[in-house]
């Protein structure tokens, strides 16, 4: 049991200011004027966020970064056990608490040619997931594991595969991609060929390419049949890359209620519009474009067409983006919050358990202070509790203690932000 004082609570519209939030068991239990709970007569514990922010643990809804831990070069393949636990104790530094690996089933990976992305590989590290999952609230792991199986049209043998894994509850989230050069996120040839590491040749892309435009594709029927099995177990569904309105409306006749990385504001827009979670990367946010020369995070982000925000590959830049979006582009903390916490949790049905600081809900919760460098800030975790259970602590030596100001006046307190931040 513990009670959190001394912060700002983000909520998914607000932050609140003079306020405690009580953990009692896996819940949050209540949130209430500061200094309500007699914490010590009780025998609560007292976590201090000494002015800190107290934020949902990030949900990561697609992050294919344990193919880096397992496979840290192209022909290297670690122990798959051990890599999941060291992910998970990297993630749970940059306050990812969720995290939805996003596993690769490619037939013909051109692009970045990995042993990891072999299916029999992919079955062993969703073997994993799924004892994770099977193990969570009992200290076997420090976050929550779940898995979001990658489609890739062209491997047009798995289908029996999938469904088994979808039937057995296995996967978490399914997408649908399409990475054939010439549309989607490589519609430009010239940029898909630049991609490859090292050089190849005109004349040896021109052979990749048609190889690759040639090859069969899964059908629309075997792909509205899997895409039926995942909306009879709750399963989301998602599209990937998508660069025209047709292709948009092509997916969410399969169900797909999820759009990563849209090609194009428009069809960003367009998604926005027809209900569906749009899904871009926080690395784009930190570098400020596409990787690909599509569209720009920042951009979506100023648009209002970006509603979730993923790590894609590097998770150190989920809790930096949110702090990046609030101080660059003056978007309230808690909208920023809200893409890498409840707005994700929409899109892949969890929030009723997860996303938001809410009496009820699991206790998956961040204190986050901000560490100066010079002329610039950095956002740093120095509590994290998953569950109800406090499963990291960061002490930063640096961080002046600002306990006694928030023991004040709660209007008095936000008055005196609002100044700083104006400054």
């Known amino acids: 049991m513990y009670v959190i004082r001394n912060g700002i609570i983000v909520q998914p519209d607000r932050l609140l200011f003079g306020y405690e939030l009580v953990v009692e068991g896996d819940r949050i239990a209540a949130i209430q004027r500061q200094g309500t709970l007699d914490a010590e007569a009780r025998g609560f514990g007292i976590i201090d966020a000494h002015g800190g922010y107290v934020t949902p643990g ?7 970064y344990i193919e880096t831990v397992i496979s840290p070069r192209p022909t290297v393949l670690m122990d798959f056990p051990t890599a999941l636990f060291e992910a998970e104790r990297e993630l749970l530094a940059h306050g990812i608490t969720t995290m939805f690996h996003s596993l690769s089933a490619y037939a013909h990976d051109l692009m970045d040619v990995k042993p990891v992305r072999q299916w029999d590989n992919t079955e062993k590290i969703m073997a994993l997931i799924a004892a994770a999952k099977k193990t969570e609230g009992r200290n076997a792991h420090l976050i929550r594991h779940r898995l979001h199986l990658r489609l890739e049209i062209d491997n047009v043998h798995l289908v029996e595969q999938v469904e088994r894994h979808l039937r057995a509850g296995e996967i978490d989230e399914l997408s649908f991609m399409d990475h054939t050069p010439g549309q989607g996120q490589y519609r430009d040839i010239e940029i898909w060929r630049k991609s490859f590491r090292g050089d190849i040749t005109r004349e040896e892309a021109e052979r990749m390419l048609a190889e690759q435009q040639a ?18 177990q709750g399963i989301a569904l998602a599209s990937h890359d998508d660069d025209s309105l047709e292709k948009l409306e092509l997916m969410r006749e399969l169900g797909c209620t999820i759009s990563e990385f849209p090609i194009s504001q428009e069809v960003a827009a367009a998604a926005v519009e027809r209900g569906m979670a749009t899904v871009m990367g926080t690395p784009n946010i930190l570098l400020g474009k596409s990787h690909s020369g599509n569209l720009s995070a920042r951009d979506a982000v100023r648009a209002g067409v970006a509603t979730c925000l993923c790590s894609d590959y590097y998770p150190t830049a989920m809790l930096q983006s949110a702090f990046v979006l609030h101080r660059e582009f003056k978007l309230p903390l808690e909208q920023a919050f809200a893409m890498l916490t409840i707005n994700p949790a929409r899109a892949v049905k969890i929030d009723r358990e997860l996303g938001s600081l809410e009496e009820g809900k699991k206790a998956d919760i961040l204190v986050v202070r901000e560490v100066a460098e010079g002329q610039r800030s950095y956002p740093v975790i120095t509590a994290t509790l998953v569950d109800g259970r406090v499963v990291s602590r960061m002490w930063y030596p640096a961080l002046p203690s600002m306990s006694a100001r928030f023991a004040t006046d709660a209007a008095t307190l936000a008055e005196t932000l609002a100044d700083e931040e104006v400054r």
């Open 58 to 64: 990030l949900i990561d809804i697609h992050s294919d």
């Open 215 to 232: 090859a069969p594709k899964l059908s629309f029927e075997q792909l509205d049949y899997l895409a039926g099995i995942a909306r009879e």
